[in-house]
């Protein structure tokens, strides 16, 4: 049987025994060598890999702190989670490698995960997603060894995926590797995610403002409440696709947020620990991920440092705008100063969305100097109120902030975090 690292490990790769961490290193040039076991942490190369968007970008004067998921071995902080949960089922003896064939249900990521983690550890890996998903997602679940079954639909049907998987549950080699209900996936990001989180500040001299995360499985916000440990006034902002507001009014419906709004509340999602809701129109995401990835010489011409801007043409997918998105709504609603860091994270990397790029333009056309100019407005033109028509000059798609204060009024130092969330409940059950 294969064991890669423990948590600690993946927390502080710097446990791990220098000879082998070494030999990880070296396997990086080999990305289906099962040594990369020992690369799944955020620190597995050295400091954490972020970047700060200036306020020239968002418009805010809190520096929005994104960390970059890219350099995990699968091209996204997912396969932490999809190897936690199967380290966890390993360890108590609930299956075997020849044994049992793992099913992974996702979107996207945590699957691809699952389709490396497998093979890596000496499983068959079976995911089930949607077909709609994009074409590079399919691509690299087959490159690293793993089986596809596509379910009907696209991001937010997720139901269907669980239809099937239902079926493949009654087969006796199945073991299914859920993570909406695996504390595995939790518990990554709760002690990995955060502690990366909290050194990144750290090191950067400033106070903890926010930690964002649109929620997905729910795992990656479990960081937030880690963090509040040590920075009791950090407020922790749940994101949801304006398309599809589960949390925010029970909404659901289709969207092009990769990865996440999944139309249902997971049951690892502590709910108790969100103190603000934000939901982002997923038009914006693309529009802004065209910016980031395209518009470096604009963003350069605008005075973001040149570099920087070159810097950001490969981290973010469509999820991590959406998070940068919903930092800079957070920061603006609480009023968050300089010295206040609102962390986020870029889950994925540019490298999985190419084709969505491609529709993109199809669709609208080819985006010029002008156009790009504009959507600058899509990040510094964010507004919290007022109707639709004022954002900034640029028409409010969603018309109007979309945004739920679960302590309305308190200062985020003095933030209660239970009294708002129990409001959020009572809600969230009278809509139902
Ligand atoms: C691209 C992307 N962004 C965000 C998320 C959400 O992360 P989490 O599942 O930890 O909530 C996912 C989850 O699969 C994802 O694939």
């Given at each position: 049987m294969i064991f890669?690292?423990t948590?600690?490990?993946m927390?502080?790769?710097?446990?791990?025994r220098p000879?082998l961490r070494?030999?990880?290193?070296?396997?990086?040039?080999?990305?289906?060598?099962?040594?990369?076991?020992y690369n799944?942490?955020?620190?597995?190369?050295?400091?954490?890999?972020?970047?700060?968007?200036?306020?020239v970008?968002?418009g805010?004067?809190?520096?929005?702190?994104?960390?970059?998921?890219?350099?995990?071995?699968t091209g996204?902080?997912?396969?932490?989670?999809a190897y936690?949960i199967l380290?966890?089922?390993?360890?108590e003896?609930?299956?075997?490698?020849?044994?049992?064939?793992?099913?992974?249900?996702s979107?996207?990521?945590f699957g691809?995960?699952?389709a490396w983690?497998?093979?890596?550890m000496?499983?068959?890996?079976l995911?089930?997603?949607p077909e709609e998903?994009?074409?590079?997602?399919f691509?690299?679940?087959?490159?690293y060894g793993?089986e596809?079954?596509?379910?009907?639909?696209?991001?937010?049907?997720?139901?269907?995926i669980?239809?099937?998987v239902g079926e493949?549950?009654?087969a006796?080699?199945?073991?299914?590797?859920?993570?909406?209900?695996e504390f595995?996936?939790?518990?990554f990001?709760?002690?990995?995610?955060a502690?990366a989180?909290?050194?990144?500040?750290?090191?950067l001299?400033?106070?903890?403002?926010a930690?964002?995360?649109?929620?997905g499985?729910?795992?990656?916000?479990?960081?937030g409440e880690?963090?509040?440990?040590d920075?009791?006034?950090?407020a922790?902002?749940?994101v949801?696709?304006?398309q599809?507001?589960t949390?925010?009014n029970?909404?659901?419906?289709?969207?092009?947020?990769?990865?996440?709004g999944?139309?249902?509340?997971t049951?690892?999602?502590?709910v108790?620990?969100?103190?603000?809701?934000?939901?982002v129109d997923d038009q914006?995401?693309l529009?802004?991920?065209?910016?980031l990835h395209q518009?470096s010489?604009?963003l350069?011409g605008?005075?973001?440092?040149a570099q920087?801007a070159a810097?950001?043409?490969d981290?973010f997918g469509?999820?991590?705008?959406c998070?940068?998105?919903?930092?800079?709504?957070?920061?603006r609603?609480?009023?968050?100063?300089?010295?206040?860091?609102?962390?986020?994270?870029?889950?994925?990397?540019?490298d999985?969305y190419?084709?969505?790029?491609?529709?993109?333009?199809?669709?609208?056309?080819?985006?010029n100097r002008?156009?790009?100019?504009?959507?600058?407005?899509?990040?510094?033109?964010?507004?919290?109120g007022?109707?639709?028509?004022?954002?900034?000059?640029r028409?409010a798609?969603?018309?109007?902030?979309?945004?739920?204060?679960?302590a309305?009024?308190?200062?985020?130092?003095?933030?209660?975090p239970?009294?708002?969330?129990?409001w959020?409940?009572?809600?969230?059950?009278?809509?139902?």
């Open positions: 890669g690292p948590f600690a490990e927390r502080d790769p710097s446990r791990i000879d070494e030999k990880a290193r070296a396997a990086r040039a080999r990305p289906l060598d099962p040594l990369n076991l799944l942490s955020w620190k597995a190369d050295g400091p954490v890999p972020y970047t700060v968007l200036p306020e970008l968002t805010v004067w809190a520096p929005i702190v994104v960390l970059s998921a890219r350099h995990f071995p996204s902080h997912k396969v932490g989670p936690s380290a966890e089922k390993q360890v003896g609930q299956c075997a490698p020849g044994e049992h064939t793992l099913v992974f249900p979107t996207g990521n691809i995960g699952g983690v497998g093979p890596r000496g499983y068959r890996s995911v089930v997603l998903m994009s074409a590079e997602r691509a690299k679940i087959r490159d793993g596809v079954m596509a379910t009907p639909g696209s991001e937010s049907n997720v139901k269907e669980y239809d099937k493949l549950r009654a006796a080699g199945n073991r299914v590797l859920n993570q909406f209900e595995g996936n939790y518990r990001h709760f002690h990995c995610t502690t989180a909290l050194e990144v500040v750290r090191d001299g400033l106070g903890f403002g930690f964002v995360s649109a929620m499985s729910a795992g990656t916000i479990a960081a880690a963090i509040k440990r920075h009791p006034g950090c922790v902002v749940a949801e696709p304006v599809c507001p949390l925010y029970v909404g659901f419906g289709a969207h092009r947020i990769e990865g996440i999944d139309k249902h509340v049951w690892i999602h502590n108790w620990a969100t103190d603000l809701l934000v939901c914006d995401c529009e802004g991920l065209q910016l518009g010489e604009v350069a605008e005075g973001v440092e920087v810097s950001w043409t981290i469509i999820s991590g705008v998070n940068v998105l919903a930092a800079i709504k957070a920061a609603h609480y009023g968050l100063g300089p010295k206040d860091a609102v962390v986020t994270v870029a889950t994925d990397g540019f999985r190419p084709s969505v790029l491609q529709r993109l333009s199809r669709e609208q056309g080819p985006m002008d156009e790009a100019r504009r959507r600058l407005q899509v990040f510094r033109g964010l507004h919290l007022g109707a639709a028509g004022q954002d900034g000059g028409p798609r969603a018309g109007g902030p979309r945004l739920l204060d679960l309305p009024g308190a200062r985020v130092r003095d933030r209660s239970h009294r708002g969330t129990a959020l409940i009572g809600q969230f059950r009278a809509r139902q």
